[in-house]
């Protein structure tokens, strides 16, 4: 445990998610020269994590912390470029994306299963109303009206259909990072995360591969399509946990969501424990528990750009089939 007093500047929830990659690394390299983000880039991928990890709380600390997230920051800007790039190849391929896959998983509290229904239903009837037709009004005030509705239909029609999917627990393939404030919402409740979630989820967002093709994500066929819940959600499980714990004199660690089991997502079975990190973690990177290979969560995001987005078939190779391969040549090292 790092005491909050002890930790660099650089280690803060206040990172913007709409701030270019260039310029937070410009932001950083203010307190010096950063030899393991130079390593990184070069080519040092794997050695780099490893040694970060090896200095333990260090990281948290100056001088090290402003290195550290350097590196975080690159391997998550990388990771979401190869995410971008995985889910353009599986649109042209046909593949069938499976966005409600998560939504039993997306618990609520009472209270925010309330606001979210009102807002998709005010959302709503704010649309119906900017669809219904105009009546006695003179042609070139109508023609005014129509060119500020159209406008305000697209804004509003985006904002009812965000708040619309999260009612349903829908997360798309790629779901954009939420504002800073999400990190505190989560770090305030259930304690510190690791700086390479901190950087995810600053950076990527949330992502879901699960889906069906018949080459690709056959039924019964356990290849693991990457999936890490989004952000919004993972602060909505945390909240019904410490409404679940509110009267005990200690609470159990919170378990942070990161994926449905493998077999869920292979359609195989409706149960099974997900892939989650427990918090607080002051930590470089956490061990996702349930993953069947014991990975932490950059080698687990390693294997699964080895494998075209697709994990599990590490553990058949020989069933992987060609396009796999084809994807993956595409991608860039973590």
Known sequence: MVEPDRRSKWIT??????????????????????PFYKRYVAGEFREVWMELAALGDAVWLDPVAAD????????????????????GALETEGYDFYPTVYSPYWRRTQKSKEWIESKDEESQLILARLQEPLTNRPGPLR?????????????????????????????????????????????????????????????????NLVGHHPELAPPGVECDPLFVAPLRSVVDVCMVWQEDHADAKERPPFQMPISPPRSVK??????????????????????IENEPHGLDFV??????????GFPGYADTPGKAPALIYRFRERLLPV
């Open 143 to 207: 023609e005014l009206i129509i060119a500020e509705r159209k406008q305000r239909l697209a804004e509003r029609g985006r904002i009812a259909s965000s708040f619309h999917e999260e009612r349903l627990g829908i997360v798309r393939p790629l779901v954009p990072a939420n504002s800073p404030s999400w990190i505190r919402k989560l770090t305030s409740r259930a304690g510190d995360i690791p700086l390479s979630l901190r950087a995810w989820h600053s950076t990527v967002g949330g992502v």
């Open 68 to 87: 550290a997230l350097a590196v975080c920051y690159e391997t998550m800007h990388r990771a979401k470029t190869n995410i971008e790039i995985v889910v």
């Open 13 to 34: 929830h206040r990172w913007p998610t709409d701030i270019e990659h260039s310029d937070r690394i410009r932001g950083l390299q203010e307190t010096g020269s950063l």
């Open 299 to 308: 080698n687990y995001l390693r294997l699964a750009f080895e494998w075209g």
């Open 266 to 287: 292979a359609g195989i079975s409706g149960e099974g424990a997900q892939y989650m990190v427990t918090l607080p973690s002051a930590t470089l990177d956490a061990v």
